[in-house]
């Protein structure tokens, strides 16, 4: 390998700091070792990159956040593209415009936008990287009133696998566009999303009532009723761990108007405890900062389900109490998009239901998994599909499960145009339809 070669390209290697810095992702069960990584600070260090990883026969993985609860950023004696350094964030507050670099995460887009009271959909913890969250999909507290981020990119520039660098917008290129915005990273990296921005003001609510397991089926169902009827700023959301199922919404927009709104709790019934906290915006997208924080073992299954029937909502309250299980009602602007608009297609979406285990000995894996999975199969009868950024190490399986058969036919279309060598698989992959030669 002669990777001198390459002008200008900060390269990182084993046995120094920044190296095993770089190969550290969320997933502390994730441990491999790239044969090289490349600080991509452009478009240009980026189409660089793939050429020397193409040139060498080395698998290509590509780091925004690390989030990917599998390690797809790390390949092992592959070489990984960090986009990390790429992490700058640009707002027009004028024209309600963000242009965000491939690498940057999730907070850096609020906190910029926050400044002009805008905002536009992200994830619920904001370590996150736009990247995979938005190529995805992108669920976050915003999107029943604004759409999912993906449906909020006006454009994108990206660096194919052949190196060029392409615009993808409802204008250009806009068969890229759709696959974009749901299709993950397999057509290639997005150097920077243009996304749009909306007036939410700085504040957010949040409503959350405790009732122990055992006596909160009636409670839940409840819940699940009112959600179907909530206002756009109420996403409904619901957790279960240890013991005690806690139910509520958050609200973003004018705290006494969710205050008002949380009165509809009281047909629960009494709870054991009960939580209303008035926080700003960017304060709600660090509430969960910590408890999903980095290094400890994770795993999780997740579900889409178009209705929460009473079975299911059964099912949930079995599950182990080590397993943390969430639902995040979806909805309101999300579902007024065409299933074939984007390619992300579950618009008909109900609930997200994840089941989530976290532990720090290493003795636990197989023990943790198995128990993961198995509170999962219970939801399974229930399920419509899978968000694709919540699978996991379901191989093609899985992918099914994230897009239809016509969504999926017309992703491995634009697979076959621009990655027909499949250089992007480190992903949940959508092969091109030929396997690639050699
Ligand atoms: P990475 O591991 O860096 O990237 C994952 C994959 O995305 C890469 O392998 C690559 O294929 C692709 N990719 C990333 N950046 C680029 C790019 N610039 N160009 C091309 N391809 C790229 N999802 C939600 O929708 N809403 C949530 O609220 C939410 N909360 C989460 C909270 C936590 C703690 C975690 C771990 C995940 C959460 N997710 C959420 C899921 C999240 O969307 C996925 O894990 C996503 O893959 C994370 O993206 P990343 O950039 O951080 O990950």
């Not at 917008?169 to 243009?194: D, H, K």
């Not at 639902?327 to 984007?342: N, S």
Request: hydrophobic share 40%; glycine share 12%; charged share 20%.
């Amino acid at each position: 390998m002669t990777p001198h070669s390459i002008d200008g390209l900060t390269l990182l290697r084993p046995g120094t700091a920044a190296y095993d810095e770089a190969r550290q992702v969320w997933n502390a069960m994730i441990d491999r070792r790239p044969r090289l990584v490349v600080r991509c600070t452009s478009p240009g260090d980026v189409a660089a990159g793939i050429a020397l990883a193409r040139s060498e026969g080395l698998e290509v993985g590509v780091r925004c956040g690390g989030h990917s609860i599998v390690g797809h950023a790390v390949p092992d004696q592959g070489l990984m593209l960090d986009l990390t350094p790429m992490a700058a964030v640009r707002v027009d507050p004028v024209r309600r415009r963000a242009w965000i670099q491939g690498g940057a995460l999730l907070g850096a887009l609020d906190v910029a936008t926050q400044e002009h009271g805008l905002a536009t959909t992200a994830g619920n913890v904001s370590h996150t990287g736009v990247g995979g969250l938005a190529l995805g999909g992108g669920m976050g507290w915003l999107a029943r009133q604004h759409g999912l981020t993906c449906d909020n990119v006006e454009s994108f520039e990206l660096v194919t696998a052949a190196g060029e660098v392409v615009r993808a917008s409802a204008t250009e290129n806009p068969e890229l566009y759709w696959g974009l915005r749901g299709g993950g990273g397999n057509f290639g990296v997005v150097s920077e999303f243009e996304l749009r921005l909306h007036e939410t003001g700085t504040q957010a609510l949040t409503v959350e009532l405790d009732f122990p397991v055992a006596v909160a089926a009636e409670p839940m169902r409840r819940w699940r009723d009112l959600s179907a009827a909530a206002p756009r700023p109420a996403t409904y959301a619901a957790s279960v761990f240890g013991g005690i199922a806690t139910l509520g919404f958050v609200w973003v927009g004018d705290p006494e108007v969710g205050r008002a709104h949380a009165r509809v709790l009281g047909s629960l019934g009494e709870p054991v405890a009960r939580r209303v906290v008035e926080l700003s915006y960017v304060d709600l997208q660090r509430r969960e900062d910590t408890l999903e924080g980095h290094a400890q073992r994770r795993y999780w299954k997740g579900h889409y389900l178009r209705e929460l029937p009473d079975e299911a909502i059964a099912a949930l309250l079995e599950h182990d109490p080590a397993m943390g299980a969430s639902l995040q009602a979806y909805g309101g602007a999300i579902a007024e998009v065409p299933p074939d608009a984007t390619a992300f297609s579950h618009r008909d979406t109900a609930f997200e239901y994840v089941g989530a285990a976290r532990w720090t000995d290493p003795a636990e894996d197989d023990d943790r998994i198995a128990t993961a999975r198995a509170c999962a199969a219970r939801l399974a009868p229930f399920s419509s599909g899978t968000y694709v950024n919540t699978l996991g190490d379901d191989g093609n399986d899985g992918v099914r499960l994230a897009y239809p058969p016509a969504t999926l036919a017309r992703l491995t279309a634009l697979k076959d145009r621009y990655d027909p060598a499949n250089v992007f698989h480190l992903n949940q992959n959508i092969p091109p339809s030929a396997p690639p030669a050699g």
